[in-house]
T-cell receptor, first 115, second 111 residues
Framework: NAGVTQTPKFQVLKTGQSMTLQCAQD?????MSWYRQDPGMGLRLIHY???????DQGEVPNGYNVSRSTTEDFPLRLLSAAPSQTSVYFC??????????????FGQGTRLTVV | GQSLEQPSEVTAVEGAIVQINCTYQ??????LSWYQQHDGGAPTFLSY????GLEETGRFSSFLSRSDSYGYLLLQELQMKDSASYFC????????????FGKGTSLLVTP
């Protein structure tokens, strides 16, 4: 089972460039989310989705866009990269957390550096 | 909004027991989870408490008191491989049941 797959694993961008971080899951999970992790800051929620066609903002959404056209895919777009977006990005998926099974599965992360 | 507080660092000896506490403030509490993350790796799920009491999974146990907005993760028979960061996280029904994390506790297990 692939679980949650993130690509790329590493990326270096120049300030002002745009790019898309890919996330795909094969567990038929309704709920998907993106986090960024910075030293000493834990994981901060950027955007999340409760199903295809539905997205919402998390704690730190500025500078990022998402879409959810299928259940499987939840790409994160950086519109105009800034050095403050240098971070490790994690995608996660789970069943709708209103059920008993709330375990979230994480991808292996994308390490992004903006210079 | 939400806030979660947990110690930043804990050190313990191999074979010992360690408890990592977590206090939270949230308006629509739906459950407390614990995740483990080794350096450079992805967070992995350890346990979940929706109701008061203790949940046991092998060497790990997790406790919740909803009235005190408090929980803890108990690790027994510590092994060197338990050295990692541990995060408490709450789901909040007022923010789409999103999983919101504390800043993490770095556990160092020494020989």
């Amino acid at each position: 089972n692939a679980g949650v797959t993130q690509t790329p694993k590493f990326q270096v961008l120049k300030t002002g460039q745009s790019m898309t971080l890919q996330c795909a899951q094969d567990m038929n999970h309704e709920y998907m989310s993106w986090y960024r992790q910075d030293p000493g800051m834990g994981l901060r929620l950027i955007h999340y989705s409760v199903g295809a066609g539905i997205t919402d903002q998390g704690e730190v959404p500025n500078g990022y866009n998402v879409s959810r056209s299928t259940t499987e895919d939840f790409p994160l777009r950086l519109l105009s990269a800034a050095p403050s977006q240098t971070s490790v990005y994690f995608c996660a998926s789970s069943y709708l957390p209103t059920g008993k099974n709330t375990e979230a599965f994480f991808g292996q992360g994308t390490r992004l550096t903006v210079v | 909004g939400q806030s979660l507080e947990q110690p930043s660092e804990v050190t313990a000896v191999e074979g010992a027991i360690v408890q990592i506490n977590c206090t939270y403030q949230t308006s629509g509490f739906y459950g407390l989870s614990w995740y483990q993350q080794h350096d450079g790796g992805a967070p992995t799920f350890l346990s979940y408490n929706a109701l008061d009491g203790l949940e046991e999974t092998g060497r790990f146990s997790s406790f919740l008191s909803r009235s005190d907005s408090y929980g803890y993760l108990l690790l027994q028979e510590l092994q060197m491989k338990d050295s990692a960061s541990y995060f408490c996280a709450v789901r909040d029904s007022t923010s789409g049941y999103a999983l919101n994390f504390g800043k993490g506790t770095s556990l160092l297990v020494t020989p």
